[in-house]
C-alpha cells in the first residue's frame, strides 16, 4: 500500500489494494484529497462497487463513487479506513490525525442573559435545540460536498475554528465556526449547493439560522441573520442569496458565524477555501 505526504494544503493521497493482486497488478484504487488534521475535512473517489467503512462505520458512496468524511477539533487517535473492492480484494489504512494549536479568546460585553441563560428561558432553548437535532438528516444521496466551497460573505476574520473562548471571563465550549465581520445587511450566499434543512429567523443563541444539506450527512450552518431569505425544502445553488448579516443571538457585532458538520463531527470550513476575491 502506497502512501504520499502531506502537502502544505490540499493533501492528496492513493491508496492501493494489495489484498489478493492478480498478475494484471493493483486490484483497486482510492483516490483522497483534503486535510489529514483535526476539523479537517476528505473527499475521495472510489471504484464501482466499493464497499468503504470509517472506525468500523459504513461511509456511503455516490453512484459514481465519490464519498466523504470528517474529523472532530479533538481527535486525537488514527482513524481507520478500510475499502472492500467488487473483485474481491480489500485495504486498510491508519490516518494520522494531524494536532493543530487553537487561539484563545476572551469577549466581554456580552449580555449576561446569553452567557448563564435565565430559567425561564430554558424551554426556548430545549425547543431550539429539538429543531436542530432534526435538521441534521444523516446521509443523504446529494454529492454537492465533493464540488468547490465558495466564501458565503467577505471581510475580516473575526473568529476561527476552534477557539476556546471565554464570555465575561467564564469558560464556553470551543468555537466551532469561521466567523467573517461584515456590515448589517451584508448579503449571504450559499458556499456550495444543496438543500435547505432549517431556516429559523429568531434562535435564542444562533439569532436568524440556515442549515444546508450538502449531502451525505455534510451540513452548513449560517448564523447571527438578520434576514433569513429562504424556507426550509429549498433547492438553492452555490452563490444564491440565503441571507443578510446580522447581529442576532448571541453576539457583540455583526457577523457571518459559518460552521460545518459532517455526522457528529465539527469540521473547519476555512479548510475548503481559497483566498477571499477581491472587491
Do not use: C
Not at 10 to 34: D, F, N, P
Not at 95 to 102: E, Q, S
Not at 178 to 188: R, S, W
Request: no cysteine; glycine share 12%; aromatic share 8%.
Amino acid at each position: 500500500m502506497s502512501r504520499t505526504a502531506l502537502l502544505p494544503k490540499i493533501l492528496l493521497a492513493t491508496l492501493y489494494a494489495l489484498a489478493g493482486m492478480s498478475s494484471a497488478g493493483v486490484a483497486g484504487e482510492l483516490t483522497l484529497r483534503g486535510e489529514r488534521m483535526q476539523g479537517g475535512l476528505i473527499v475521495g473517489q472510489a471504484p464501482a462497487g466499493t464497499m468503504l467503512s470509517l472506525d468500523g462505520n459504513p461511509i456511503p458512496i455516490t453512484p459514481d463513487g465519490k464519498f466523504v468524511f470528517g474529523f472532530d477539533r479533538d481527535r486525537t487517535e488514527p482513524a481507520i479506513l478500510e475499502a472492500s473492492f467488487a473483485d474481491g480484494t480489500a485495504a486498510r489504512e491508519e490516518i494520522a490525525v494531524a494536532p493543530r494549536d487553537y487561539d484563545i479568546q476572551h469577549v466581554n460585553g456580552v449580555a449576561r442573559k446569553y452567557v448563564s441563560p435565565p430559567p425561564e428561558t430554558l424551554a426556548r432553548i430545549r425547543a431550539d435545540a429539538v429543531k436542530k437535532r432534526k435538521a441534521r438528516v444523516k446521509d443523504t444521496p446529494l454529492d454537492y460536498f465533493a464540488g468547490d466551497f465558495i466564501w458565503p460573505v467577505t471581510g475580516p476574520i473575526s473568529g476561527v475554528y476552534g477557539s476556546q473562548r471565554f464570555y465575561n471571563g467564564e469558560p464556553r465550549r470551543p468555537h466551532y465556526g469561521l466567523d467573517i465581520a461584515a456590515g448589517e445587511g451584508a448579503l449571504v450566499r450559499a458556499p456550495q449547493a444543496g438543500t435547505v434543512r432549517l431556516a429559523e429567523p429568531d434562535m435564542y443563541f444562533e439569532g436568524g439560522l440556515i442549515f444546508i444539506d450538502h449531502g451525505h450527512s455534510l451540513i452548513s450552518v449560517l448564523m447571527h441573520l438578520s434576514s433569513v431569505d429562504v424556507k426550509t425544502g429549498m433547492k438553492v445553488e452555490r452563490g444564491d442569496v440565503v441571507g443578510r448579516v446580522g447581529a442576532t443571538g448571541r453576539v457583540t457585532g455583526p457577523h457571518l458565524d459559518w460552521r460545518m458538520y459532517w455526522r457528529n463531527a465539527h469540521v473547519d470550513p476555512q479548510l475548503l477555501l481559497g483566498p477571499q476575491p477581491e472587491e
